[in-house]
């Protein structure tokens, strides 16, 4: 994208970078900008800067949505699976009458998340909700406790050390090579 010169238009790049992958950002842009110049020949350059502003939110909801769709590799779909399946254990296992060793399953929850979520590192909340939702939910419903509530919170715990070790690692490698 040009360096842009209206507030609108660096509104409009700000929302682009959020709601679009960076290979489709460029032409995207290119294509916006064509537009408003084809729209509106005789406007002035902030009136077509706002144009385009009022382009892309109107186009932002739906492109946020696209992208989330397009994003969901087959690496996430496994992980998901393999975290629904870990969540269910650790349920299970919670719920036995003679399981009473609260420390085990709190390393397990952020053990098992954090290694998820360095697989996986786009969406840890989500693989925190997979590990330990079940335990709760399974609580309220036949205990109706509430207290399990915080294996979501160590689940989360677990999932953002291992997404962000990922994310630092690569960012590292990305600094130490660079070209």
Do not use: K
């Amino acid at each position: 994208m040009p360096a842009p010169r209206c507030w609108s238009d660096r509104v409009a790049g700000a929302l682009l970078a959020l709601v679009t992958a960076r290979r489709h950002r460029e032409t995207f842009w290119g294509d916006l900008v064509e537009a408003s110049a084809l729209c509106l020949p005789n406007a002035a350059e902030r009136a077509r800067s706002r144009w385009r502003l009022r382009q892309v939110m109107r186009s932002a909801p739906s492109m946020m949505l696209n992208r989330m769709e397009t994003e969901v590799t087959m690496r996430t779909r496994i992980v998901m699976v393999v975290a629904l399946a870990i969540g269910a254990f650790l349920a299970y296992v919670d719920s036995r009458p003679t399981w009473d060793d609260t420390g085990v399953e709190v390393l397990a929850l952020v053990v098992c998340s954090g290694i998820l979520a360095a697989i996986a590192p786009r969406r840890p909340w989500l693989i925190a909700l997979a590990v330990g939702g079940l335990m709760p939910l399974q609580s309220i419903v036949m205990r109706h406790s509430f207290a399990p509530l915080v294996a979501i919170g160590f689940a989360l715990v677990g999932a953002y050390i291992g997404a962000g070790i990922v994310r630092a690692v690569r960012s590292l490698t990305r600094a130490g090579h660079p070209g």
